[in-house]
């Protein structure tokens, strides 16, 4: 015979339970203070528990969860440098679970993204850039099949988009835009009449209408036929009636160093032979932008990339060919950007922070391993901070000459990433996290779900 018994929970779990609730009430009293306190203290706790038992997937998920949470409060209240410390620690939580619980994939890119904001919101462009890429692969959306996407996925693609855009990447930023967009509208019935997958109460909504104004504010930018679509995704994003602030694409346009939305890496690569970089790879690169611009499967260009140039072992040709993946390509374009960057800063620039992106967003950056070209990619995002600090963009800049110094001093496990708190420290690094722990998050009494209330 036997008898079903619930899982008794430990006392300390209780008390992170308690604690939680307080911390929802007081958030929707409008006590931001009061609730960053109760969920700092539910955090050290889950600290504790999860020490205890490490290998605790629960224990895991609920540390995880708790800061995560504690990082929108934390962002509600104006502490942007707390709430990136906060969400580095529920990265590790979450990175625990990888390869255990399926979802950890999903927990983990929602920080990346979620930190991805909050880095650009503060003018860290360089860090922001490597955060929305690795959200977009940790997610593995790179390599979804295009309008597969569902609302998870979508909200990873509008948050990446906008960063991308305001930080040198036009072309990847309107791509995932669009991808959004479709994700999202799959969700929808006749008519616009939102379907099971997104209530039209739902925070998605939201998250549709910052892509279709990030999409609308790239394609008004390149203007040539784009005009009109540009205007229909505006529209669009108004009808929506999502009421949020300007996006971090937006906002940068009243900054020092607008961004410059007109020239694409095609036409950046254009650019090299006339500033006496090597012609030929760019021209090979070039190619491999067009056959996979065609390619509807693919979100980016690069994920694949055969360079057409044979391999040599020992100085003789093999007559392989060479494949090349992210930290490949960007070595390569970090080559070319030196070329460019002191004769045309336009396509320099581009260049560089498409390099920086594919280096520091791929998992090999990001787990501290030496890479050849890391001297010269340093050497890039240097001659890059000194041409955003000429412009007056002194974060930006801050945040190059920090991702540079990572590159040629330690490895990225020791040396965080270059958020800046104010003008004089550097900080930050690989952070994550995206659908809510299926008993953690979705319960009523447990996680504050801060992050469903704000526009970011």
């Not at 930006?396 to 990572?406: H, T």
């Amino acid at each position: 015979m036997f008898r079903n018994h619930q899982r008794r929970r430990p006392p300390r779990e209780k008390q992170i339970t308690a604690l939680l609730r307080s911390a929802r009430g007081a958030g929707r009293g409008g006590d931001l203070h009061l609730a960053v306190t109760f969920q700092s203290k539910a955090g050290r706790l889950a600290r504790v528990l999860h020490a205890q038992s490490p290998g605790d997937v629960r224990g895991a998920q609920l540390l995880g969860g708790v800061l995560y949470d504690l990082a929108a409060l934390l962002h509600r209240a104006g502490s942007d440098g707390e709430a990136i410390r906060a969400l580095e620690d529920s990265e590790r939580a979450y990175a625990t679970l990888a390869g255990r619980v399926p979802a950890a994939g999903g927990w983990i890119s929602d920080v990346y993204a979620r930190r991805a904001v909050l880095h650009a919101q503060r003018g860290c462009g360089a860090s922001a850039l490597a955060d929305a890429q690795a959200a977009l692969r940790a997610r593995h959306v790179l390599d979804g099949a295009d309008g597969a996407d569902g609302p998870d996925e979508a909200r990873t693609l509008a948050l990446g988009s906008d960063v991308l855009g305001a930080f040198g990447d036009p072309d990847m930023a309107v791509a995932a835009a669009d991808r959004a967009v479709r994700g999202y509208l799959s969700c929808f019935g006749p008519a616009g009449v939102a379907g099971p997958g997104l209530p039209r109460t739902s925070p998605h909504v939201g998250y549709l209408a910052r892509a279709c104004r990030v999409a609308a504010v790239i394609r008004q930018a390149r203007g040539a036929g784009e005009e009109g679509r540009a205007a229909r995704l505006a529209a669009a994003a108004t009808n929506l009636g999502a009421s949020a602030p300007a996006t971090v694409l937006e906002r940068r346009f009243s900054s020092p160093n607008p961004p410059d939305l007109a020239t694409g890496l095609e036409d950046a690569l254009r650019v090299v032979p006339r500033c006496g970089g090597d012609g030929r790879r760019a021209e090979l690169l070039r190619a491999a932008l067009v056959r996979a611009r065609a390619d509807r499967t693919a979100l980016t260009w690069y994920e694949g990339v055969t360079v057409d140039a044979p391999e040599t072992t020992a100085g003789t040709a093999t007559g392989a060919t060479m494949g090349m993946g992210p930290p490949g390509v960007g070595g390569l374009l970090a080559r070319l950007a030196t070329a460019v960057l002191p004769t045309d800063a336009a396509a320099g620039m581009r260049l560089a922070l498409e390099a920086h992106r594919l280096r520091a967003g791929a998992p090999a950056a990001r787990s501290g391993r030496a890479h050849a070209d890391d001297a010269a990619w340093a050497e890039v995002l240097l001659t890059a901070s000194r041409q955003v600090a000429g412009t007056g963009d002194t974060l930006f800049a801050l945040d190059l000459a920090a991702w540079a110094a990572r590159a040629t001093q330690a490895p990225a496990d020791t040396c965080p990433a270059g958020a800046i708190d104010g003008l004089d420290a550097c900080e930050g690094g690989p952070s994550r996290h995206s659908s809510r722990p299926s008993d953690i998050h979705c319960r009523p009494d447990l996680g504050t779900g801060a992050w469903e209330a704000l526009p970011c």
